[in-house]
């Protein structure tokens, strides 16, 4: 699995607003293009962004489940990116005196994507997440209400 941190300046409060926003994933989620619906109960287990990968005209529109919901501490998610494959990302934020340190683990679960060796999936999902961190850094820190 490829794991990494990031130190968000902003509480973690402001930090879960961000992820329980479906609306948001495609300005910090590294390869979503567009939000085509977000399931009302988002982000409760069970619930389902439909969104698009990829760059126009080329987008391929999938969705993202949620497999587990601990408000201001942990979600994990079932991607999907055919056809590369499904994905488990779990975002786990810890408060850190006023900041939040934001944790990414992700790993291919099914489909294509396993066929690409551990070490090298690791590289490109560790390249991919520490700009999606970055991303979900400039929206937590500059987001108002």
Not at 43 to 64: E, K
Not at 72 to 93: D, N, S
Request: glycine residues 6%.
């Amino acid at each position: 699995m490829s794991t990494n941190s990031r130190l968000i300046e902003a509480p973690v409060e402001k930090v879960w607003d961000v992820l329980a926003d479906g609306w948001l994933y495609p300005l910090f989620v590294v390869g979503a293009s567009r939000m085509r619906d977000v399931e009302e109960s988002w982000p409760a287990v069970d619930a389902t962004l439909h969104h698009s990968v990829g760059v126009w005209p080329a987008l391929i529109d999938d969705s993202t489940t949620v497999l587990e919901c601990v408000p201001h501490e942990r979600l994990k998610l079932r991607a999907r990116g055919w056809p590369a494959g499904e994905a488990e990302v779990t975002f786990l934020l810890d408060a850190q005196d006023g900041a939040t340190e934001v944790t990414i683990v992700e790993d291919a679960v099914s489909g294509p994507g396993l066929l690409v060796p551990k070490p090298l999936r690791d590289i490109q999902l560790a390249w991919r997440n520490v700009e999606t961190l970055r991303r979900l850094a400039f929206v937590a820190e500059r987001r108002e209400g």
